[in-house]
């Protein structure tokens, strides 16, 4: 099992890099190739907005000057845009200043020239965009309500299976795969529950580093997530419309609270069986190239009686990327996966509506119809007569984490 950091060297205090043991030369040599690949997208990011703004002035300036005319605002808003793209490479700047050595027990080396910036491709900086829109959904007041819809039924389900007047919830452990910018482990932390976040992106392992390490003052940084969206404006101005970041203080847990980030592939990593009391993945198992594979380490990981919480949908990521495996499942097939596993699907709810990342005042508005699902991997595969008795006197004392409640498992829609 990963293991959970001290305080890092750089402020990485909540970062730790699991190594793949059996990584080769070469292994390493394409990892850091990568990190540095992800620092220049952080580094280029001005220079891609600015092009794209200078295409849309050459555009305008390129009408009959009275159709320019009848526009006297549109270049006056280009000219904004240009200003806070300037003030998003900042940020951006500040999280690549942090993230150089973030990792503990891992060094990338530095370029020979660190100022040098280097062209990104459009899949770096598309990706890079989406991370700046996570910002919102996941450390600004702008982000509450999206969190309320995706976060807050995992956290309730969580004190619903967990209740802190029947366990002790610093024992219990909770795992969020994906965990993006680690809004949703911090909260689960925040009360009380081990909490630990894994994220594979260095786009978002970069950016919560950040902001859960160096952004302690609430509400003391701006970003403009909405510039990079020119189509679909009611008003010019709500293109160039900031959030503010973050709405409350990250450094703000509870002296005693266990929370932490580590950084790696979801099944590379968590190979230990029996480990955790819960694992809640949102908006995660569709990042799967199998997504069986998921279930399986979800399975596996998971101590006897414990419970994965899921609330997502299946936008399949690898979906039509070349020489990439995709097998792109119903919810209908991953059910039947689930429970010829052995889960007992104890709540189901096939249509929960929610956003992500979400441009509120757009005039093209996506909502997910999400599954929502409480599996529960029984206890009793793995206990005899004699040993269920013996949990069922010390359930009665105080109970331990994740041994079921014996409920039967309904397999039915709640
Ligand atoms: C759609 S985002 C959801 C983020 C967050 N859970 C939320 O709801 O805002 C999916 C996240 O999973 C991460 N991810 C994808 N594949 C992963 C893997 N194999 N292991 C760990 N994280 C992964 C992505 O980098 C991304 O941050």
Same mark, same amino acid.
């Given at each position: 099992m990963a293991e959970t950091t001290g305080e890092g060297a750089q402020g990485g205090s909540f970062f730790n890099k699991e190594r793949i043991k059996y990584s080769p030369e070469e292994e390493a040599r394409l990892e850091r190739q990568h990190f540095w690949r992800i620092i220049d997208a952080f580094r280029f990011y001005r220079v891609h907005v600015q092009e794209q703004v200078k295409r849309a002035e050459r555009q305008f300036l390129s009408l009959p000057q009275r159709h320019q005319n009848l526009l006297p605002n549109v270049l006056s808003n280009l000219a904004r845009i240009s200003q806070c793209a300037d003030h998003n490479q900042d940020i951006l700047q500040a999280i690549v200043h942090n993230s150089l050595h973030m990792f503990e027990n891992i060094e990338y080396g530095e370029r020979e020239d660190p100022r040098k910036v280097r062209p990104s491709t459009t899949f770096d900086m598309d990706k890079l965009k989406s991370t700046i829109k996570q910002f919102a959904r996941d450390w600004s007041e702008t982000g509450r309500a999206e969190r309320d819809t995706c976060y807050k039924p995992i956290i309730q389900e969580i004190q619903r299976l967990f209740p802190s007047d029947q366990y002790d919830v610093s024992k219990v452990s909770v795992l969020i795969p994906g965990a993006g910018l680690g809004r949703l482990a911090w909260e689960i932390a925040r009360l009380g529950y081990i909490c630990q976040g894994n994220e594979w992106s260095f786009f978002m392992l970069f950016s919560s580093n950040f902001v859960l390490?160096?952004?302690?003052?609430?509400?003391s940084l701006t970003l403009y997530p909405w510039i990079h969206q020119f189509s679909n404006n009611k008003k010019s101005s709500d293109q160039t419309r900031p959030i503010i970041f973050p %709405?409350?203080?990250?450094?703000?847990?509870?002296? %005693?609270a266990d929370f932490s980030m580590v950084a790696g592939d979801f099944v590379e990593v968590y190979r230990d069986s029996?480990?955790?009391d819960c694992v809640a993945t949102c908006f995660f198992i569709d990042t799967a190239h199998n997504v069986i594979e998921y279930v399986e380490t979800i399975w596996k990981i998971l101590k006897p009686g414990g419970v994965w919480i899921n609330l997502g949908p299946l936008l399949y990521h690898f979906e039509n990327m070349a020489n990439e495996l995709s097998v792109e499942l119903s919810y209908e097939d991953i059910r039947t996966a689930i429970v010829n596993f052995g889960f007992h699907i104890e709540v189901e709810k096939p249509s929960v509506q929610t956003t992500y990342t979400e441009n509120d005042r757009s005039m093209l508005r996506y909502i997910y119809d999400c599954v929502f699902f409480v599996a529960r991997k029984p206890a009793e595969l793995y206990f005899t007569e004699e040993e269920e008795d013996e949990e069922d006197d010390q359930q009665q004392s105080s109970p331990p984490a994740a041994k079921s409640p014996r409920r039967e498992g309904t397999d039915m829609l709640t």
């Open positions: 390490n160096r952004c302690e003052k609430v509400n %709405d409350i203080n990250p450094q703000s847990l509870p002296l %005693d029996d480990s955790w």
